[in-house]
Structures are given as structure tokens and as C-alpha cells.
């Protein structure tokens, strides 16, 4: 089993609809989770972190975790063509940081 | 601030040769981190380092050295290259560990593609 693992998706929604990104963690340990988008042939730019249970909002971003099931998603309302992005989850532990393969997400107008 | 930088942006290398690709950050941070990321997979730890003097091992440290001499430098040396280390590299800093806490939020430099013949 993979230490994270994303839908590889790609996910393809409606401009103005919601996007739903999820990640699943096999470590129990971890610590912190993080939800990176990184746009084609260019660097990660973190867009949330979330370190307790629950729902963390910013924006139309929402970020959940759920450590029980030890699941992570990122909820994006409203989604727009700029949306349009590779999302990369990562989770912490043992003093590194894990990430998994990505989710594509393609906003069509 | 200019964040995190790295040079080269593109760099293609024959079978054999060796190569040190530079990253700088000027936010002061303890932490920096070096990743490899390949076509359509997330990214791979090589190396990090917990403050000047202190370097250790990631995931895939084979066919890598780096050194941390200063706060701000964080060089990866490439020794003998194979066309299994075409890929883009990231750079990355972060002010505290992983231990917990929005210090430990990792800025990433631009990359640097490379290509191995």
C-alpha cells in the first residue's frame, strides 16, 4: 500500500461547481497534512494546512481531515479555469514530508 | 525576499558527467529539503538538512551528495550521471521541522529540469 494515496484522477468539473480532492495516509504517526497545487512546468505553492480533525476553511478552499479513517480532502467551491492545476497531498511523519502521485483537475468554462 | 532560488532552470548532461545544482533561500529558514519529481508522480525527499553542518538521507539518496556549509546554501551534487536521474529537481525550505505547527510549511524554488543522454 502506498503511504499516500491520491485519486490520479484527472477530475474534470464545470466552471462554478465544487471540486473534490482526496488522500488517504497509512501512517497513523502523521502529524501534519498539506494540500499543494502546482500548475504545469512549475514549483508546488502550498494552498492548505491542516494539523487537527475537522474542517478548515480559506477562501473557497476547505481542507477536512479525519484521522480515524486517516483521509484528508480539499473541497474548492466555485471552481474556475485558474483552478486548473495538478493537487499534491502531503502528510508528515517521522521528520520527513510524503507526498502522493497527484490529482489532475481540469475547470472547463 | 526572493523566496527560494535555483540555478540552472535547464541543464542536459551525457552519460558519466557530474553536475552541482545551487539553491539559496534568503527567509533565514533551518530546514531545507531537495526533491525529485518524475512525469505525472509526486515528489521524492533525496536529501534535507536541519541547519548548517547537518545533512541527512532521504528516499532516494543513491547517486547524490550535498553539503550545507551555510544557513542559506544548499548545494546537490550529481557524481556520474545515469539517465535514471533525468528529472526535475525542487529545492525547498521550511523554518521548523515536521514536528507540527504552520512552521514546518515547506516554499519550494522553481526547479531545475534536467536531462541525462
Known amino acids: 500500500q502506498k503511504e499516500v494515496e491520491q485519486n490520479s484522477g484527472p477530475l474534470s468539473v464545470p466552471e462554478g461547481a465544487i471540486a473534490s480532492l482526496n488522500c488517504t495516509y497509512s501512517?497513523?504517526?502523521?502529524?501534519?497534512f498539506f494540500w499543494y497545487r502546482q500548475y504545469s512546468g512549475k514549483s508546488p505553492e502550498l494552498i492548505m494546512s491542516?494539523?487537527?480533525?475537522g474542517d478548515k476553511e480559506d477562501g473557497r478552499f476547505t481542507a477536512q481531515l479525519n484521522k480515524a479513517s486517516q483521509y484528508v480532502s480539499l473541497l474548492i467551491r466555485d471552481s474556475q479555469p485558474s483552478d486548473s492545476a495538478t493537487y499534491l497531498c502531503?502528510?508528515?511523519?517521522?521528520?520527513?514530508?510524503?507526498f502522493g502521485q497527484g490529482t489532475i483537475l481540469t475547470v472547463h468554462p | 525576499n526572493a523566496g527560494v532560488t535555483q540555478t540552472p532552470k535547464f541543464r542536459i548532461l551525457k552519460i558519466g558527467q557530474s553536475m552541482t545544482l545551487q539553491c539559496t533561500q534568503d527567509?533565514?529558514?533551518?530546514?531545507m529539503y531537495w526533491y525529485r519529481q518524475d512525469p505525472g508522480m509526486g515528489l521524492k525527499l533525496i536529501y534535507y538538512?536541519?541547519?548548517?553542518?547537518?545533512?541527512d538521507k532521504g528516499e532516494v539518496p543513491n547517486g547524490y551528495n550535498v553539503s550545507r556549509s551555510t544557513t542559506e546554501d544548499f548545494p546537490l551534487r550529481l557524481e556520474l550521471a545515469a539517465p535514471s536521474q533525468t528529472s526535475v529537481y525542487f529545492c525547498?525550505?521550511?523554518?521548523?521541522?515536521?514536528?507540527?505547527?504552520?512552521?514546518?510549511?515547506?516554499?519550494f524554488g522553481p526547479g531545475t529540469r534536467l536531462t541525462v543522454l
Open positions: 491542516i494539523y487537527s480533525n
Open positions: 502531503a502528510v508528515s511523519g517521522y521528520g520527513k514530508l510524503t
Open positions: 525547498a525550505s521550511s523554518q521548523k521541522g515536521l514536528a507540527g505547527g504552520k512552521l514546518n510549511e515547506q516554499f
Open positions: 538538512s536541519v541547519g548548517a553542518g547537518i545533512t
Open positions: 501512517d497513523r504517526v502523521s502529524q501534519s
Open positions: 527567509m533565514n529558514h533551518n530546514y
